[in-house]
C-alpha cells in the first residue's frame, strides 16, 4: 500500500481547504469623451483577474467556511474557522485498493488525526479507534502533515499561490489560472510532488470559480501529469456560518507512534 502517496495526497487536500490565486490578465483602458482645459483625474483601472481572484481569496481568512474535497479516490468535506485558527476534515474512499478513513482536527497549536486503513494499522504500527496527537517537534516535513501547526495559515494557501504567473478572466465568475510550483513559498506542495512534476511543475492549470459576492465557489487543481488519478477539486460554502471544531476526547485519544512519523514525514 502507498502510504506515503495517502500523505502527498493529504497535503495538497488541505492546501486546498484555503486556496489562493494570483495571476494577470489584460486590462481594458477606456478612451474619455469629449475635451476639457483642465487634466482630467485618471480613472481607477478595471480589476484584473490578480485583483479579483485575490479579493476572493483574502475573503477566506475573514470569516468561517465549509469545504468539500474530491481527488485520487477520496473525498471528504470540512470546516475552517480562520479566527479560532481551527480546521477539521474527514476523508474517506479507496487509495490502492485499501478502504480508508482519515479525520483531522487542528485548534492551534494542537493537531489530531484518526485514520483507518482498512483493518491495516496494526500491520502499520498504528492505533485503530484512536485520536493521535501529533508532537510538533517530531514534524521533520509538515506538508506532509497536510496541515502545519506552528503557523498562523495552518493550510499554507498564500505560500502556495506565490508561484501564480498566469490569470484570465473567462466571465464574471470562472477564472482559469496557472502555478508555477516551483516559486511558491511555505507551501503546502510536497517538494517530492514539486520534483516529480519536472518541467510540468511550472505550467499547472487551475481553474476558479466564484460566487455572486466574489467569494470562492469552486477550485480545482491540475496534477494529472504527475498521477492520473492527483487532480483536486474542492468547493466552499456557508460563508460566515458558526462552525464547531472540537478536541477529541482524552479517553479516545494517544500520543501518536513512531510509525505516524515515518509515514507522513516521508520516512
Not at 465549509?66 to 480546521?87: E, F, R
Not at 466571465?171 to 516529480?196: C, E, F, G, M, N
Request: neutral net charge; charged residues 15%; contains cysteine.
Amino acid at each position: 500500500m502507498k502510504t506515503r502517496r495517502l500523505a502527498v495526497a493529504g497535503l495538497v487536500i488541505l492546501a486546498m481547504a484555503a486556496m489562493g490565486t494570483a495571476g494577470c490578465t489584460n486590462a481594458s483602458s477606456s478612451g474619455t469623451a469629449g475635451s476639457s482645459s483642465a487634466a482630467a483625474s485618471p480613472s481607477p483601472s478595471p480589476a484584473t483577474a490578480m485583483d479579483t481572484v485575490l479579493a476572493a481569496v483574502k475573503k477566506l481568512g475573514d470569516t468561517s467556511y465549509k469545504y468539500t474535497l474530491v481527488t485520487g479516490g477520496l473525498s471528504g468535506q470540512g470546516a475552517v474557522d480562520p479566527a479560532g485558527k481551527k480546521v477539521a476534515l474527514t476523508l474517506a474512499g479507496v487509495q490502492s485498493g485499501v478502504s480508508i478513513t482519515w479525520d483531522m482536527i487542528l485548534i492551534t497549536p494542537d493537531y489530531w488525526m484518526k485514520i483507518d486503513f482498512g483493518g491495516k494499522n496494526a500491520a502499520l504500527g498504528l492505533p485503530s479507534g484512536k485520536w493521535m496527537h501529533i508532537d510538533q517537534t517530531k514534524i521533520k516535513n509538515s506538508a506532509g502533515f497536510g496541515i502545519d501547526p506552528s503557523r498562523t495559515d495552518p493550510t499554507r494557501s498564500s505560500g502556495l499561490f506565490n508561484g501564480m504567473t498566469d490569470a484570465k478572466r473567462i466571465d464574471a465568475t470562472h477564472y482559469t489560472v496557472t502555478l508555477d510550483l516551483t516559486k511558491t513559498t511555505d507551501s503546502a506542495i510536497d517538494p517530492a510532488t514539486v520534483t516529480k512534476l519536472g518541467d510540468k511543475a511550472r505550467t499547472v492549470p487551475a481553474t476558479v470559480v466564484l460566487d455572486d459576492q466574489g467569494r470562492l465557489a469552486q477550485v480545482s487543481l491540475d496534477l494529472s501529469s504527475v498521477d492520473p488519478q492527483a487532480s483536486i477539486t474542492s468547493t466552499y460554502s456557508d460563508y460566515g456560518t458558526p462552525v464547531s471544531v472540537s478536541a477529541p476526547a482524552a479517553s479516545d485519544t494517544v500520543e501518536a507512534p513512531d510509525a505516524v512519523y515515518r509515514i507522513f514525514n516521508g520516512g
